[in-house]
C-alpha cells in the first residue's frame, strides 16, 4: 500500500511540475506587464519659502526654466499613468542654484516622484522644491519657444482659473458662503 503512495504522490509531483514549467514559459513569453505611461506638458510644484513660512504652487512647462527664490526649476520630462491604473507621477528636474556671486550651481538632477515628496525633494537651506503633480493644460501661458508634449486645449475648460467655468443647471446646487454666527 505504502508503494502505490509513493507511485501516486511522485507521479502528481511530476504534472505539478509539468503545470509549473508551462506557466513559467507562458510568463516568459507574454513579457511584464507595463501600464502605460502618458506625457504631460505642464509640472506642478510646491515650493517652501522657509523664511516666511510661504507654500506657493507653480505651473512649468516641460523644458521652461523658472525660478523661485534663489532656485531655477527645469523639467524635462513628467509622466503620469491613466486613471485605471495606479496613480505614479513622476518627474525628471533639474534644479540650479544662483548664489550671491551670481553663479550658478547645479544642486538637483533626478526623479521627483509626487507620492513620496519628503523623499524626492530639493531640500536648501532657505527653500524646498517637490513635484505634486503633471497636468495637461495650464493655466499659465506656454513660452513662446515651447517644443514638448502637445498641450490639452479641453484639460482646463472646466478649470475656472483657465477663464472658463462650467455651467450650472437650473437643479444644480451653489456653494454659498457660511453665515456668520
Same mark, same amino acid.
Given at each position: #500500500?505504502?508503494?502505490?503512495? @509513493?507511485?501516486? +504522490?511522485?507521479?502528481?509531483?511530476?504534472?505539478?511540475?509539468?503545470?509549473?514549467?508551462?506557466?513559467?514559459?507562458?510568463?516568459?513569453?507574454?513579457?511584464?506587464?507595463?501600464?502605460? &505611461?502618458?506625457?504631460?506638458?505642464?509640472?506642478?510644484?510646491?515650493?517652501?519659502? @522657509?523664511?516666511?513660512?510661504? =507654500? =506657493?504652487?507653480? $505651473?512649468? %512647462?516641460?523644458?521652461?526654466?523658472?525660478?523661485?527664490?534663489?532656485?531655477?526649476? !527645469?523639467?524635462?520630462?513628467?509622466?503620469?499613468?491613466?486613471?485605471?491604473? !495606479? /496613480? *505614479?507621477?513622476?518627474?525628471?528636474?533639474?534644479?540650479?542654484? &544662483?548664489?550671491?556671486?551670481?553663479?550658478?550651481?547645479? =544642486? +538637483?538632477?533626478?526623479? #521627483?516622484?509626487?507620492?513620496?515628496?519628503?523623499?524626492?525633494?530639493?531640500?536648501?537651506?532657505? %527653500? $524646498?522644491?517637490?513635484?505634486?503633480?503633471? *497636468?495637461?493644460?495650464?493655466?499659465?501661458?506656454?513660452? $513662446?519657444?515651447?517644443?514638448? /508634449? /502637445?498641450?490639452?486645449?479641453?484639460?482646463?475648460?472646466? $478649470?475656472?482659473?483657465?477663464?472658463?467655468?462650467?455651467?450650472?443647471?437650473?437643479?444644480? &446646487? !451653489?456653494?454659498?458662503? *457660511?453665515?456668520?454666527?
Amino acid at each position: #500500500m505504502q508503494a502505490a503512495r @509513493k507511485r501516486v +504522490f511522485a507521479g502528481a509531483g511530476s504534472l505539478g511540475r509539468t503545470v509549473l514549467a508551462g506557466c513559467a514559459v507562458a510568463a516568459v513569453l507574454a513579457g511584464p506587464a507595463r501600464a502605460e &505611461i502618458i506625457q504631460n506638458p505642464v509640472a506642478e510644484f510646491s515650493g517652501l519659502d @522657509k523664511i516666511t513660512g510661504r =507654500i =506657493i504652487s507653480f $505651473d512649468v %512647462y516641460i523644458g521652461e526654466t523658472v525660478q523661485f527664490g534663489a532656485l531655477q526649476v !527645469t523639467p524635462r520630462e513628467c509622466n503620469t499613468r491613466p486613471q485605471t491604473e !495606479t /496613480p *505614479k507621477t513622476t518627474a525628471f528636474v533639474e534644479v540650479d542654484e &544662483i548664489t550671491l556671486n551670481n553663479e550658478v550651481r547645479r =544642486i +538637483f538632477t533626478g526623479w #521627483m516622484f509626487a507620492a513620496s515628496p519628503g523623499l524626492h525633494a530639493v531640500e536648501h537651506p532657505v %527653500y $524646498d522644491v517637490w513635484l505634486t503633480n503633471c *497636468k495637461q493644460a495650464s493655466s499659465v501661458a506656454p513660452p $513662446d519657444d515651447y517644443s514638448g /508634449p /502637445p498641450i490639452s486645449a479641453e484639460a482646463g475648460a472646466g $478649470d475656472p482659473l483657465a477663464g472658463t467655468a462650467p455651467e450650472l443647471g437650473a437643479d444644480a &446646487i !451653489t456653494p454659498r458662503r *457660511k453665515p456668520p454666527l
